[in-house]
């Protein structure tokens, strides 16, 4: 049982196009985020949210949009997409108490 | 978040013990000390987190120091599974109503020798 996937695992993908990531987890958290990878390993964050409401939004440009249809899944959905989102995308999600974040396995976007 | 500073990286040989060092001089009183790692090509795993005693768990110990400005990650038998980028985060329980995210830095790249 995953506790945290995301799917497309790998996604390839020309500049200008519009694509989604999903993210579902059978734990229960209260929170769920989205992490980006660069190529230099930074790992930053980019939404969370919490019971179906963004609580941030780190200077990320709207063309990234997070969308939550229930407390189990949060998707990134992302618009015209440009050479500088390639990256590896991470979900991940925690209980409401304080305790460790569980991320998915990562989804790596190149952008051609 | 406070900042931490690890070192970038450490080696150390199999089925010896590890520690970690970790130092966060400016850690606030409600700010939780969690470590985690990632693996190559995985994404980042919970390792341990504690707020001012030593805790244990079944991956390994965390020593705060008295005075919270340090603590240490210990791997009690290193396996070449355990080598990764081991992240020290400090995390304000009280922030953002407990919905914030985490704020990773470079990590400490630790090799396992055989």
């Known amino acids: 049982d995953t506790a945290v996937s995301q799917t497309p695992k790998y996604l390839v993908t020309q500049m200008g196009n519009d694509k989604s990531i999903k993210c579902e987890q059978n734990?229960?958290?209260?929170?769920m985020y989205w992490y980006k990878q660069d190529s230099k390993k930074f790992l930053k964050i980019m939404f969370s949210?919490?019971?179906?409401?963004?609580?941030i939004n780190e200077t990320v440009p709207n063309r990234f949009s997070p969308k939550s249809p229930d407390k189990a899944h949060l998707n990134l959905h992302i618009n015209s997409l440009e050479l500088g989102d390639s990256a590896v995308y991470f979900c991940?999600?925690?209980?409401?108490?304080?305790?460790?974040?569980?991320f998915g396995s990562g989804t790596r976007l190149t952008v051609v | 978040d406070a900042k931490t500073t690890q070192p970038n990286s450490m080696e150390s040989n199999e089925e010896e013990p590890v520690h970690l060092p970790c130092n966060h001089s400016?850690?606030?009183?409600?700010?939780?000390i969690h470590w985690y790692r990632q693996l190559p090509s995985q994404g980042p795993e919970y390792v341990i987190h504690?707020?001012?005693s030593n805790v244990n768990n079944r991956m390994a110990s965390l020593a705060i120091a008295e005075d919270r400005k340090s603590s240490t990650l210990i791997l009690h038998r290193a396996t070449l599974r355990d080598a990764a980028v081991y992240y020290c985060?400090?995390?304000?329980?009280?922030?953002?109503?407990?919905?914030?995210?985490?704020?990773f830095g470079k990590g400490t790249h630790l090799i396992i020798q055989p």
């Open positions: 504690g707020l001012t």
């Open positions: 734990l229960g958290h209260d929170t």
């Open positions: 991940a999600s925690r209980p409401g108490w304080e305790s460790g974040y569980t």
């Open positions: 985060i400090l995390r304000d329980a009280y922030s953002g109503g407990g919905a914030d995210g985490l704020t």
């Open positions: 400016t850690i606030s009183g409600t700010d939780y």
């Open positions: 949210y919490n019971n179906k409401e963004l609580i």
